[in-house]
Protein backbone atom coordinates (compact mmCIF):
# COMPACT_ATOMS: atom_id res chain seq x y z
CA UNK A 1 0.00 0.00 0.00
CA UNK A 2 2.76 2.27 0.83
CA UNK A 3 4.65 1.12 -1.69
CA UNK A 4 1.62 2.13 -4.23
CA UNK A 5 1.10 5.41 -2.60
CA UNK A 6 4.39 6.35 -2.61
CA UNK A 7 4.87 5.68 -6.40
CA UNK A 8 1.13 7.99 -7.10
CA UNK A 9 3.01 11.08 -5.31
CA UNK A 10 6.24 10.73 -7.25
CA UNK A 11 5.04 10.28 -10.35
CA UNK A 12 2.40 13.03 -9.49
CA UNK A 13 -0.49 11.45 -12.02
CA UNK A 14 -3.89 11.02 -11.07
CA UNK A 15 -5.96 8.91 -14.05
CA UNK A 16 -4.65 5.74 -12.68
CA UNK A 17 -7.63 3.59 -13.65
CA UNK A 18 -7.68 1.08 -16.68
CA UNK A 19 -10.26 -0.68 -18.20
CA UNK A 20 -8.84 -3.35 -20.87
CA UNK A 21 -11.32 -5.51 -23.02
CA UNK A 22 -9.81 -8.61 -25.08
CA UNK A 23 -11.14 -10.02 -28.36
CA UNK A 24 -9.54 -12.63 -30.43
CA UNK A 25 -7.54 -15.53 -29.61
CA UNK A 26 -5.51 -16.64 -26.45
CA UNK A 27 -2.37 -15.01 -27.98
CA UNK A 28 -4.15 -11.80 -27.28
CA UNK A 29 -5.58 -12.83 -23.98
CA UNK A 30 -1.53 -13.73 -22.73
CA UNK A 31 -0.96 -10.09 -24.52
CA UNK A 32 -3.36 -8.63 -22.43
CA UNK A 33 -2.14 -10.50 -19.42
CA UNK A 34 0.91 -8.77 -20.29
CA UNK A 35 0.11 -5.66 -20.43
CA UNK A 36 -1.39 -5.85 -16.82
CA UNK A 37 1.53 -6.53 -15.64
CA UNK A 38 3.42 -4.01 -17.09
CA UNK A 39 0.72 -0.99 -16.18
CA UNK A 40 0.47 -2.71 -12.32
CA UNK A 41 4.10 -2.07 -12.02
CA UNK A 42 3.59 1.75 -12.89
CA UNK A 43 1.17 1.68 -10.57
CA UNK A 44 -2.19 1.45 -12.53
CA UNK A 45 -5.68 -0.36 -11.29
CA UNK A 46 -7.99 -2.12 -13.09
CA UNK A 47 -11.58 -1.71 -13.29
CA UNK A 48 -14.50 -4.25 -14.80
CA UNK A 49 -16.55 -1.32 -15.60
CA UNK A 50 -16.16 1.71 -18.19
CA UNK A 51 -17.77 4.21 -16.43
CA UNK A 52 -14.99 3.81 -13.71
CA UNK A 53 -12.24 4.29 -16.05
CA UNK A 54 -9.53 6.98 -17.13
CA UNK A 55 -8.01 5.00 -19.73
CA UNK A 56 -9.84 2.51 -22.17
CA UNK A 57 -7.79 -0.17 -23.69
CA UNK A 58 -9.39 -2.66 -26.67
CA UNK A 59 -6.91 -5.56 -27.25
CA UNK A 60 -8.33 -6.13 -30.82
CA UNK A 61 -8.99 -8.92 -33.80
CA UNK A 62 -9.34 -8.99 -37.63
CA UNK A 63 -9.41 -12.08 -38.09
CA UNK A 64 -13.12 -11.72 -39.33
CA UNK A 65 -14.95 -9.07 -40.18
CA UNK A 66 -17.35 -9.51 -37.55
CA UNK A 67 -14.63 -9.06 -35.15
CA UNK A 68 -13.96 -6.05 -36.04
CA UNK A 69 -17.56 -5.15 -36.29
CA UNK A 70 -17.88 -5.45 -32.47
CA UNK A 71 -14.90 -2.95 -31.84
CA UNK A 72 -16.13 -0.12 -34.16
CA UNK A 73 -19.45 -0.60 -32.41
CA UNK A 74 -17.92 -0.70 -28.51
CA UNK A 75 -15.49 1.91 -29.25
CA UNK A 76 -18.72 4.25 -30.53
CA UNK A 77 -20.49 3.74 -27.67
CA UNK A 78 -17.70 5.73 -25.74
CA UNK A 79 -18.86 8.92 -27.33
CA UNK A 80 -21.03 9.58 -24.45
CA UNK A 81 -18.81 8.84 -21.54
CA UNK A 82 -15.87 11.03 -23.38
CA UNK A 83 -18.44 13.73 -23.49
CA UNK A 84 -18.91 13.20 -19.25
CA UNK A 85 -14.84 12.57 -19.02
CA UNK A 86 -12.98 14.73 -21.49
CA UNK A 87 -9.77 13.71 -20.51
CA UNK A 88 -10.66 9.46 -21.34
CA UNK A 89 -7.88 7.93 -23.17
CA UNK A 90 -8.99 5.72 -25.99
CA UNK A 91 -6.49 3.52 -27.17
CA UNK A 92 -6.46 0.53 -29.39
CA UNK A 93 -3.99 -2.23 -29.59
CA UNK A 94 -3.59 -5.60 -31.28
CA UNK A 95 -4.16 -7.23 -34.86
CA UNK A 96 -6.82 -4.54 -35.44
CA UNK A 97 -4.89 -1.30 -34.72
CA UNK A 98 -2.06 -2.74 -37.49
CA UNK A 99 -4.93 -3.69 -39.84
CA UNK A 100 -7.45 -1.14 -40.00
CA UNK A 101 -5.42 1.67 -38.81
CA UNK A 102 -6.22 4.88 -41.21
CA UNK A 103 -9.77 3.76 -41.06
CA UNK A 104 -10.15 3.95 -36.94
CA UNK A 105 -7.99 7.33 -37.02
CA UNK A 106 -10.98 8.36 -39.57
CA UNK A 107 -14.01 6.75 -38.37
CA UNK A 108 -13.24 7.04 -34.47
CA UNK A 109 -12.02 10.80 -33.67
CA UNK A 110 -12.29 9.75 -30.05
CA UNK A 111 -9.32 7.54 -30.38
CA UNK A 112 -6.05 8.64 -28.71
CA UNK A 113 -3.99 6.06 -29.58
CA UNK A 114 -3.19 2.69 -31.65
CA UNK A 115 -0.24 -0.09 -31.01
CA UNK A 116 0.59 -2.86 -32.64
CA UNK A 117 0.48 -6.35 -31.33
CA UNK A 118 4.53 -6.61 -31.28
CA UNK A 119 4.54 -3.19 -29.61
CA UNK A 120 2.45 -3.68 -26.42
CA UNK A 121 5.29 -3.05 -24.00
CA UNK A 122 5.64 0.36 -25.22
CA UNK A 123 1.34 1.15 -23.99
CA UNK A 124 2.72 2.54 -20.61
CA UNK A 125 4.80 5.01 -22.56
CA UNK A 126 1.82 6.26 -24.92
CA UNK A 127 -0.43 6.88 -22.45
CA UNK A 128 2.31 8.83 -20.10
CA UNK A 129 2.59 10.81 -23.85
CA UNK A 130 -0.48 11.25 -24.12
CA UNK A 131 -1.06 12.65 -20.37
CA UNK A 132 1.71 15.22 -21.10
CA UNK A 133 -0.11 16.55 -24.44
CA UNK A 134 1.07 14.72 -27.43
CA UNK A 135 -1.64 14.56 -29.96
CA UNK A 136 -2.92 10.89 -31.50
CA UNK A 137 -0.07 8.56 -31.36
CA UNK A 138 0.13 5.52 -33.90
CA UNK A 139 2.44 2.92 -32.35
CA UNK A 140 3.41 0.33 -35.08
CA UNK A 141 6.68 -0.40 -35.73
CA UNK A 142 7.33 -3.22 -33.83
CA UNK A 143 7.07 -6.28 -36.30
CA UNK A 144 9.79 -5.91 -38.23
CA UNK A 145 12.05 -6.13 -35.25
CA UNK A 146 10.55 -9.62 -34.81
CA UNK A 147 11.74 -10.06 -30.96
CA UNK A 148 9.57 -11.65 -28.55
CA UNK A 149 10.09 -9.22 -25.46
CA UNK A 150 11.27 -11.52 -22.11
CA UNK A 151 8.84 -12.52 -20.07
CA UNK A 152 8.20 -9.93 -16.94
CA UNK A 153 9.77 -11.14 -13.91
CA UNK A 154 6.79 -10.03 -11.78
CA UNK A 155 4.37 -12.02 -14.28
CA UNK A 156 1.02 -12.91 -11.90
CA UNK A 157 -0.39 -15.99 -12.41
CA UNK A 158 -3.48 -18.19 -11.53
CA UNK A 159 -3.95 -21.67 -12.20
CA UNK A 160 -4.19 -21.23 -15.59
CA UNK A 161 -1.44 -19.54 -17.52
CA UNK A 162 -0.42 -19.27 -21.23
CA UNK A 163 3.61 -19.19 -22.59
CA UNK A 164 4.46 -17.30 -25.86
CA UNK A 165 6.62 -20.20 -27.57
CA UNK A 166 6.46 -18.53 -30.95
CA UNK A 167 4.67 -15.68 -32.72
CA UNK A 168 4.27 -14.70 -36.50
CA UNK A 169 3.33 -17.10 -39.18
CA UNK A 170 4.68 -17.90 -42.58
CA UNK A 171 1.74 -19.97 -44.62
CA UNK A 172 0.10 -17.17 -45.82
CA UNK A 173 -3.28 -19.23 -46.16
CA UNK A 174 -4.80 -17.51 -48.99
CA UNK A 175 -7.56 -16.29 -46.71
CA UNK A 176 -5.83 -15.12 -43.30
CA UNK A 177 -4.81 -11.58 -42.31
CA UNK A 178 -2.84 -13.13 -39.24
CA UNK A 179 0.60 -13.27 -41.17
CA UNK A 180 -0.28 -9.21 -42.16
CA UNK A 181 -0.88 -8.28 -38.93
CA UNK A 182 1.48 -10.57 -36.52
CA UNK A 183 4.05 -10.44 -38.67
CA UNK A 184 6.59 -13.79 -39.82
CA UNK A 185 7.14 -16.15 -37.57
CA UNK A 186 9.88 -15.66 -34.75
CA UNK A 187 10.52 -18.49 -32.12
CA UNK A 188 11.81 -17.77 -28.05
CA UNK A 189 14.79 -19.24 -27.17
CA UNK A 190 14.20 -22.32 -25.50
CA UNK A 191 16.19 -21.12 -22.09
CA UNK A 192 13.45 -17.82 -21.73
CA UNK A 193 10.77 -20.41 -22.19
CA UNK A 194 12.01 -22.99 -19.59
CA UNK A 195 12.83 -20.33 -16.87
CA UNK A 196 9.17 -18.37 -17.77
CA UNK A 197 7.22 -22.11 -17.27
CA UNK A 198 9.27 -22.65 -13.94
CA UNK A 199 8.62 -18.90 -12.62
CA UNK A 200 5.25 -19.29 -13.23
CA UNK A 201 4.93 -23.32 -11.96
CA UNK A 202 6.38 -21.63 -8.35
CA UNK A 203 3.95 -19.02 -8.44
CA UNK A 204 1.20 -21.74 -9.01
CA UNK A 205 0.44 -22.04 -11.92
CA UNK A 206 -1.31 -25.79 -13.19
CA UNK A 207 -2.21 -25.40 -16.43
CA UNK A 208 0.35 -24.02 -18.87
CA UNK A 209 -0.72 -23.52 -22.49
CA UNK A 210 2.07 -22.77 -25.26
CA UNK A 211 0.99 -20.55 -27.88
CA UNK A 212 1.72 -19.92 -31.43
CA UNK A 213 0.11 -20.07 -34.25
CA UNK A 214 1.73 -22.92 -35.58
CA UNK A 215 3.86 -24.66 -33.03
CA UNK A 216 5.64 -27.37 -35.07
CA UNK A 217 7.49 -24.34 -36.89
CA UNK A 218 9.23 -24.31 -33.24
CA UNK A 219 12.79 -23.45 -33.26
CA UNK A 220 12.88 -22.08 -36.64
CA UNK A 221 15.67 -19.33 -37.16
CA UNK A 222 17.03 -19.67 -33.41
CA UNK A 223 20.85 -20.20 -33.08
CA UNK A 224 20.12 -23.20 -30.89
CA UNK A 225 19.54 -26.52 -32.43
CA UNK A 226 16.14 -27.44 -31.03
CA UNK A 227 12.37 -27.95 -32.47
CA UNK A 228 8.95 -28.20 -31.20
CA UNK A 229 9.15 -31.92 -29.81
CA UNK A 230 12.54 -31.32 -28.58
CA UNK A 231 11.06 -28.42 -26.55
CA UNK A 232 8.49 -30.40 -25.21
CA UNK A 233 10.55 -33.12 -23.74
CA UNK A 234 12.45 -30.15 -22.02
CA UNK A 235 9.31 -29.08 -20.30
CA UNK A 236 8.32 -32.50 -19.63
CA UNK A 237 11.46 -32.98 -17.73
CA UNK A 238 10.70 -29.78 -15.99
CA UNK A 239 7.17 -30.32 -14.30
CA UNK A 240 9.00 -33.51 -13.49
CA UNK A 241 11.60 -31.47 -11.57
CA UNK A 242 8.67 -29.41 -9.42
CA UNK A 243 5.89 -32.22 -10.23
CA UNK A 244 3.83 -30.21 -7.61
CA UNK A 245 3.90 -26.98 -8.62
CA UNK A 246 5.26 -25.60 -5.20
CA UNK A 247 8.57 -24.09 -4.56
CA UNK A 248 10.85 -26.63 -3.03
CA UNK A 249 10.71 -26.87 0.64
CA UNK A 250 7.47 -25.50 0.84
CA UNK A 251 4.60 -27.40 2.14
CA UNK A 252 2.94 -29.06 -1.13
CA UNK A 253 -0.95 -29.26 -1.64
CA UNK A 254 -0.60 -30.93 -4.84
CA UNK A 255 -0.58 -34.21 -6.27
CA UNK A 256 2.39 -35.79 -8.51
CA UNK A 257 1.97 -34.68 -11.89
CA UNK A 258 -0.09 -31.57 -11.28
CA UNK A 259 1.31 -29.65 -13.61
CA UNK A 260 -0.15 -30.06 -17.44
CA UNK A 261 0.96 -28.86 -20.21
CA UNK A 262 -1.06 -28.15 -23.95
CA UNK A 263 -0.03 -26.04 -27.17
CA UNK A 264 -1.93 -24.97 -30.14
CA UNK A 265 -1.89 -24.34 -32.75
CA UNK A 266 -0.72 -27.21 -35.00
CA UNK A 267 -0.32 -27.28 -39.05
CA UNK A 268 -1.40 -30.57 -40.56
CA UNK A 269 1.78 -29.84 -42.96
CA UNK A 270 4.25 -29.91 -40.27
CA UNK A 271 2.83 -32.28 -37.78
CA UNK A 272 4.58 -35.49 -37.46
CA UNK A 273 4.33 -38.90 -35.72
CA UNK A 274 7.40 -37.76 -33.57
CA UNK A 275 4.94 -35.23 -32.32
CA UNK A 276 2.01 -38.00 -31.83
CA UNK A 277 4.26 -40.07 -29.83
CA UNK A 278 5.37 -37.30 -27.59
CA UNK A 279 2.18 -36.48 -26.83
CA UNK A 280 1.57 -40.27 -25.57
CA UNK A 281 4.89 -40.87 -24.12
CA UNK A 282 5.41 -36.97 -22.19
CA UNK A 283 3.16 -36.71 -18.47
CA UNK A 284 2.56 -33.63 -18.51
CA UNK A 285 1.45 -33.12 -21.89
CA UNK A 286 -2.37 -32.86 -22.18
CA UNK A 287 -3.60 -35.41 -24.71
CA UNK A 288 -5.50 -32.72 -26.80
CA UNK A 289 -4.21 -31.95 -30.58
CA UNK A 290 -6.34 -28.87 -32.52
CA UNK A 291 -5.19 -29.59 -35.85
CA UNK A 292 -7.44 -26.88 -37.78
CA UNK A 293 -8.67 -28.75 -41.80
CA UNK A 294 -10.44 -25.92 -43.08
CA UNK A 295 -12.09 -27.85 -45.59
CA UNK A 296 -13.06 -31.31 -47.12
CA UNK A 297 -12.30 -30.08 -50.63
CA UNK A 298 -8.68 -30.70 -52.23
CA UNK A 299 -9.72 -28.10 -54.61
CA UNK A 300 -10.70 -25.97 -51.71
CA UNK A 301 -7.34 -26.60 -49.75
CA UNK A 302 -5.54 -25.87 -52.93
CA UNK A 303 -6.97 -22.30 -53.23
CA UNK A 304 -6.55 -22.11 -49.67
CA UNK A 305 -3.19 -22.69 -50.01
CA UNK A 306 -3.58 -24.91 -47.16
CA UNK A 307 -0.27 -27.52 -48.25
CA UNK A 308 -1.85 -30.76 -47.53
CA UNK A 309 -4.43 -32.75 -49.02
CA UNK A 310 -7.48 -34.65 -47.46
CA UNK A 311 -6.50 -37.63 -47.87
CA UNK A 312 -2.89 -36.78 -45.89
CA UNK A 313 -5.13 -34.71 -43.05
CA UNK A 314 -7.02 -38.20 -42.97
CA UNK A 315 -3.81 -40.41 -42.77
CA UNK A 316 -2.46 -38.03 -39.84
CA UNK A 317 -5.68 -37.97 -37.82
CA UNK A 318 -5.31 -42.03 -38.01
CA UNK A 319 -2.25 -42.26 -36.99
CA UNK A 320 -2.47 -39.56 -34.12
CA UNK A 321 -6.06 -41.70 -33.34
CA UNK A 322 -3.43 -44.94 -33.08
CA UNK A 323 -0.53 -43.58 -31.73
CA UNK A 324 -2.07 -41.32 -28.84
CA UNK A 325 -5.03 -44.13 -27.84
CA UNK A 326 -7.40 -42.05 -25.84
CA UNK A 327 -6.22 -38.38 -27.26
CA UNK A 328 -8.82 -36.00 -28.39
CA UNK A 329 -8.77 -33.80 -31.71
CA UNK A 330 -10.32 -30.93 -32.57
CA UNK A 331 -10.35 -28.75 -36.00
CA UNK A 332 -11.62 -25.87 -37.09
CA UNK A 333 -13.36 -25.37 -40.50
CA UNK A 334 -14.36 -22.27 -42.88
CA UNK A 335 -17.32 -22.88 -45.06
CA UNK A 336 -17.85 -20.51 -48.23
CA UNK A 337 -14.65 -19.82 -49.11
CA UNK A 338 -14.45 -18.69 -52.72
CA UNK A 339 -15.70 -21.11 -55.11
CA UNK A 340 -16.78 -23.13 -52.88
CA UNK A 341 -19.93 -25.43 -54.48
CA UNK A 342 -22.29 -27.75 -53.19
CA UNK A 343 -20.22 -30.60 -53.66
CA UNK A 344 -17.16 -29.03 -52.18
CA UNK A 345 -19.28 -28.29 -49.53
CA UNK A 346 -21.01 -32.24 -49.11
CA UNK A 347 -17.17 -33.16 -49.20
CA UNK A 348 -16.45 -31.26 -45.87
CA UNK A 349 -19.58 -32.18 -44.13
CA UNK A 350 -19.19 -35.65 -45.01
CA UNK A 351 -15.52 -35.65 -43.68
CA UNK A 352 -16.11 -34.26 -40.10
CA UNK A 353 -18.95 -36.85 -40.08
CA UNK A 354 -15.95 -39.44 -40.37
CA UNK A 355 -13.75 -38.15 -38.37
CA UNK A 356 -15.98 -37.35 -35.27
CA UNK A 357 -13.52 -34.42 -33.63
CA UNK A 358 -13.79 -33.85 -30.17
CA UNK A 359 -14.36 -29.95 -30.26
CA UNK A 360 -14.65 -27.98 -33.88
CA UNK A 361 -15.07 -24.57 -34.81
CA UNK A 362 -16.89 -23.68 -37.67
CA UNK A 363 -16.26 -20.41 -39.20
CA UNK A 364 -18.35 -18.28 -42.37
CA UNK A 365 -15.82 -17.06 -44.68
CA UNK A 366 -14.96 -13.44 -43.83
CA UNK A 367 -12.79 -11.91 -46.90
CA UNK A 368 -9.50 -9.87 -45.07
CA UNK A 369 -7.70 -7.00 -46.31
CA UNK A 370 -4.18 -7.81 -47.62
CA UNK A 371 -4.86 -11.96 -48.47
CA UNK A 372 -4.79 -13.38 -51.74
CA UNK A 373 -8.48 -14.57 -51.34
CA UNK A 374 -9.45 -10.72 -51.17
CA UNK A 375 -9.33 -10.92 -55.14
CA UNK A 376 -11.14 -13.74 -55.28
CA UNK A 377 -14.97 -13.20 -56.10
CA UNK A 378 -16.73 -14.08 -52.19
CA UNK A 379 -19.11 -15.85 -54.60
CA UNK A 380 -21.13 -17.86 -51.75
CA UNK A 381 -24.36 -15.76 -50.78
CA UNK A 382 -24.30 -14.92 -46.93
CA UNK A 383 -27.55 -17.24 -46.60
CA UNK A 384 -25.76 -20.24 -48.35
CA UNK A 385 -22.53 -19.32 -46.03
CA UNK A 386 -25.13 -19.15 -42.67
CA UNK A 387 -26.98 -22.46 -43.83
CA UNK A 388 -23.68 -24.42 -44.76
CA UNK A 389 -22.29 -23.03 -41.36
CA UNK A 390 -25.78 -24.42 -39.69
CA UNK A 391 -25.69 -27.72 -40.85
CA UNK A 392 -22.32 -28.26 -39.82
CA UNK A 393 -22.93 -26.94 -36.65
CA UNK A 394 -26.21 -29.47 -36.12
CA UNK A 395 -23.73 -32.08 -37.42
CA UNK A 396 -20.75 -31.41 -34.62
CA UNK A 397 -23.17 -31.07 -32.14
CA UNK A 398 -25.09 -34.48 -33.15
CA UNK A 399 -21.10 -36.41 -32.82
CA UNK A 400 -20.51 -34.50 -29.17
CA UNK A 401 -24.17 -35.79 -28.23
CA UNK A 402 -23.49 -39.48 -29.64
CA UNK A 403 -20.17 -39.17 -27.91
CA UNK A 404 -21.32 -38.29 -24.75
CA UNK A 405 -24.03 -41.66 -24.61
CA UNK A 406 -21.06 -43.82 -25.56
N1 LIG B 1 -2.84 -20.21 -36.51
C1 LIG B 1 -4.01 -20.90 -36.35
C2 LIG B 1 -5.22 -20.04 -36.16
C3 LIG B 1 -5.56 -19.04 -37.17
S1 LIG B 1 -7.00 -18.12 -36.94
C4 LIG B 1 -4.14 -21.86 -37.47
O1 LIG B 1 -3.43 -21.82 -38.42
O2 LIG B 1 -4.98 -22.72 -37.37
C5 LIG B 1 -8.16 -19.31 -36.34
C6 LIG B 1 -9.12 -19.82 -37.34
O3 LIG B 1 -9.89 -18.78 -37.87
C7 LIG B 1 -8.49 -20.49 -38.55
O4 LIG B 1 -8.10 -21.79 -38.30
C8 LIG B 1 -9.59 -20.41 -39.56
O5 LIG B 1 -10.46 -21.53 -39.48
C9 LIG B 1 -10.37 -19.17 -39.14
N2 LIG B 1 -10.14 -18.07 -40.09
C10 LIG B 1 -8.99 -17.45 -40.38
N3 LIG B 1 -9.20 -16.51 -41.33
C11 LIG B 1 -10.52 -16.54 -41.64
C12 LIG B 1 -11.34 -15.82 -42.55
N4 LIG B 1 -10.83 -14.89 -43.36
N5 LIG B 1 -12.66 -16.11 -42.58
C13 LIG B 1 -13.18 -17.06 -41.78
N6 LIG B 1 -12.45 -17.77 -40.91
C14 LIG B 1 -11.13 -17.52 -40.84
FE1 LIG C 1 -3.37 -18.03 -40.67
FE2 LIG C 1 -2.70 -20.18 -42.03
FE3 LIG C 1 -0.90 -18.98 -40.50
FE4 LIG C 1 -2.92 -20.26 -39.37
S1 LIG C 1 -1.29 -21.20 -40.64
S2 LIG C 1 -2.16 -18.23 -38.82
S3 LIG C 1 -4.59 -19.95 -40.79
S4 LIG C 1 -1.81 -18.13 -42.34
FE1 LIG D 1 -5.54 -13.74 -32.81
FE2 LIG D 1 -7.33 -12.38 -34.11
FE3 LIG D 1 -4.88 -11.53 -34.07
S1 LIG D 1 -7.20 -14.58 -34.04
S2 LIG D 1 -3.62 -13.36 -33.89
S3 LIG D 1 -6.25 -11.73 -32.32
S4 LIG D 1 -6.22 -11.47 -35.82
Redo the contacts with the bound molecule.
Keep these: MRATLHNMFKNNELQKTVYIRTFG ?1 QMNEHDSGRLKDLLLERGYTFCDSLEFADVVIFNTCS ?2 KHAEDRVYGKVGELQKLKAKKPGLIVGIIGCMAEAQKDEIFRRLPIVNFLCGPADLDNVPGIIDRIKNGAGRIMYLEGYKSKIIPAFSRNRKTGETAYVKIMEG ?1 D ?1 F ?1 S ?4 PYVRGMERSRPSKEILEEIESLIKKGAKNITLLG ?2 VNSYGKGLQEKINFVALLTKIDKLTSIHPRGAIPGAPSQGREGDIKISFF ?1 S ?1 PKDASLELFRAIRDLKSIVKILHL ?1 I ?1 SGSDKILKRMNRKYTVAKYKKLAGDYKKIVKSGNISG ?3 VGFPGETEKDFNDTFNIVKKLQFDAA ?1 I ?6 PF ?1 KAAGFKDDVSLEEKERRHTLLLDLQRSILLNKKCQ
Design positions: CVRCKCYCIVQNTHPQDIIYFKYSPRT
